[in-house]
């Protein structure tokens, strides 16, 4: 291997070759280091959120054990083709909630704070996917993908005067700035890939390069009429082109990212009928949208807070929300325990997706912190104490998994944020009700 000073950019060689092809990765494009032997390339970082609503069967979910003897419950077996990257977190606390138990379940999850009571006037706080969405989507053509799979047709109150908002997002890109969540794979793939209705690279290269196209002729009729204005018009036509600017950049890194070999897959027709399938096919995009590097930071609602759903196909159907409220009935606790179990049974899946699919000297596991996990602990209590959360993925050897965790009385649950930030390469001194990164996870 002959090493350089410099590392040679992957788009220039794309670019000097002048055709559309996914180059090895080259001698020339690994940086030096020092001057004796040279720096493996640093592996892509990539924050994923999976989200599930009203609770959890709490007995069926917490192991008896700490460390890394810790048994698999009932709701945690689905995953456990993936022990060794997994760690089970116990006794994180969520701030308490007065009011609109649901509303600040899912609003506190990513912000660590509880929403402000209104239907119109909301406030909340920046959400940790979006801290992140802020440093990743620097070099991705999307920022950040917020997923669901409720319909986002929810408007008015749904918990008490409480804006229905608040229960159907995890994500907020400000204070004020809710993120809606996308439920039809149909125009998550148009998003992914535009409205080429495949993933071929030649396909999407000429969408791509028509796009580039239009654009140009745009900036040229900016440049023309920027000699004729007035200073204030000229302002308002230069605030005008930093955004056009930004689709310039996007477009180039569509062009960069088309040659990348994907399965062909084509443009789903809509919703499925059944909960899995459409669940599934919402991993699958998820999956499509890393591997192509489009987005690195991902957050998907598996149901909105209060969902009434039913899971007949389970063999459960009852409306979720009643039946989370199980008064430890025998009959509807096990109701509820199957619908957890379903819903990381569904979640296995993605972990099966993203472990098998290979990303630089590993796995989009290997190289992604995957946070799986609710609002509330214990569904008929509204609990916010020992919230059930899951991590997965090794970071790319940041985070070492195979163990149960269970942290101190009164740890809030800002602290795991600030360590998630901080493995992300995103240090972050104080988030709401934080007290400091946590430990044992980040003294691994």
Known sequence: MIITNKALPRRTVLRGLGAAVALPLLDSMVPA???VRARATEPVRRLGVVYVPNGMAMKSWTPATDGAGFEMTRILQPMAAHRDQMLVLSNLNAVPSNAGVHASASTRFLTGVTPTRTESNLAAEVSLDQLVARELGQHTQLSSLELALDPRD?????????SCLYTS???WRDDTTPLPME?????????????????????????????RSLLDSVTERIAELGRDVGTGDRAKLDQYLDAVRDVERRIQRAEEQSSRELPEVRQPAGVPALYGDHATLMFDLQVLAYQTDLTRVITFMMG??????????IGVPDSHHPTSHHRNDPGLYEKITKINEFHTTLFGYYLDKLASTADGDGSLLDHMLLLYGAGM????????TGLPLVLFGAAGGRVTGGRHLTYPEGTPVTNLHLTLL?????PVEQMS?????LDLLSGV
């Open 154 to 162: 929810v408007v008015g109150s749904c918990d008490v005067g409480f």
């Open 304 to 313: 909105r807070e209060l969902s009434g759903r039913t899971y007949a196909e």
């Open 183 to 211: 439920a039809n794979p149909r125009v998550v793939f148009e998003r992914l890939f535009g409205d080429t209705g495949s993933t071929d690279p030649s396909i999407r290269l000429a969408r791509v390069r028509k796009d």
């Open 33 to 35: 280091f020092g001057t």
């Open 433 to 437: 009700d934080s007290t400091g990164k």
């Open 169 to 171: 997002t995890i994500a």
């Open 377 to 384: 602990a214990d569904s008929n209590r509204h609990q916010n």
């Open 422 to 426: 901080d493995k992300m390469g995103i």
